[in-house]
């Protein structure tokens, strides 16, 4: 029979029913889909909630019942509800191949009807969800530059304090006032909703021995992000593009079209 059918693998060992193990293998397959998936939502969510990114938004989508002005990340939302769906799913077959009974029972038939087909059909309405975000996603560059240039002085502290060592200052010192100097400027933008004025304090402290332009001169965004940029660029030419490049017929034929 598996010659006639041209099966690649088959099971050599059965009697009445195949071990349940597969089931538990298949959902956990799933399950892992589900919990990427409900990863980049919850990114997504957080992300547009600081207005740097955004779903698509339909002509004519109502964003919230309650307030008119707002752009609900509904689709994220859907994606993140039914992954944990998905997630819980899968202890289904595992408890059912945990729990058999010698020669394997029917009493997963049940539970099995259940689980496997609702796992499936929640994985399918995620890759759709899943596939029109990302095909739609609307990027806000100035919003992220505004707050990147909030956080900056904070992120770059490491930077200037390695500026100001080079300079004959010292490093333990350097640190404690930088330590100091960062909580009294959280304490303005959190408390006082002020600008951050980290840079104007170190500047303003000879001790550091650095002019304000230097400390901006530090505040580069490109100097400190490492090999950020190399390794993304790396991973969609070594992981992504072969996998794409592999699919592209299939990748081109899905329906992307959500009602909202």
């Known amino acids: ?54 779903e698509p ?13 707002k752009r609900n990340p509904m689709r994220s939302e859907r994606i993140n ?8 799913l899968k202890m289904d077959p595992s408890i059912t191949a945990a729990t058999q009974w010698l020669e394997r029972t029917l009493d997963d038939s049940a539970n099995k009807r259940i689980c496997v087909p609702e796992a499936f059909l ?6 759709i969800l899943y596939a029109n975000i990302s095909k739609n996603i609307v990027v806000y560059p100035n919003v992220i530059q505004t707050n990147l240039r909030q ?20 490093r333990q010192e350097l640190h404690e006032k930088i330590r100091v100097y960062s909580m009294e ?4 933008v959190k408390e006082k909703g002020l600008p951050n004025d980290l840079v104007d304090r170190i500047a303003s402290d000879p ?5 304000k332009e230097e400390i901006e001169k530090a505040l580069d ?28 017929d299939f990748i081109q034929d899905i329906d992307t079209e959500v009602k909202v």
């Open 207 to 211: 001790t550091f021995g650095l002019t």
């Open 185 to 188: 400027a959280g304490k303005q």
């Open 122 to 127: 929640a994985v399918d309405a995620i890759l």
């Open 151 to 170: 956080e900056l002085p904070f992120m770059a502290t490491e930077e200037i304090l390695m500026n100001a060592v080079l300079k004959g200052g010292d």
């Open 81 to 88: 509800s039914l992954a944990r769906h998905v997630i819980t």
């Open 1 to 54: 029979m598996p010659k006639k059918w041209d099966l690649k693998k088959f099971i050599l060992s059965l009697g009445q029913t195949y071990t349940r193990k597969l089931d538990a293998r298949v959902l956990n397959l799933l399950s892992e889909i589900a919990e990427s998936a409900s990863k980049f939502a919850n990114d997504m969510r957080l992300l547009q909630h600081e207005k740097e990114l955004e």
């Open 57 to 69: 938004f339909e002509k004519g989508q109502i964003g919230s019942s309650a307030m008119a002005y």
């Open 221 to 248: 965004p490109t100097h400190l992000c490492g090999r950020a940029a190399k390794q993304v660029e790396e991973f969609v030419e070594m992981v992504v593009n072969p996998v794409t490049e592999k699919y592209q």
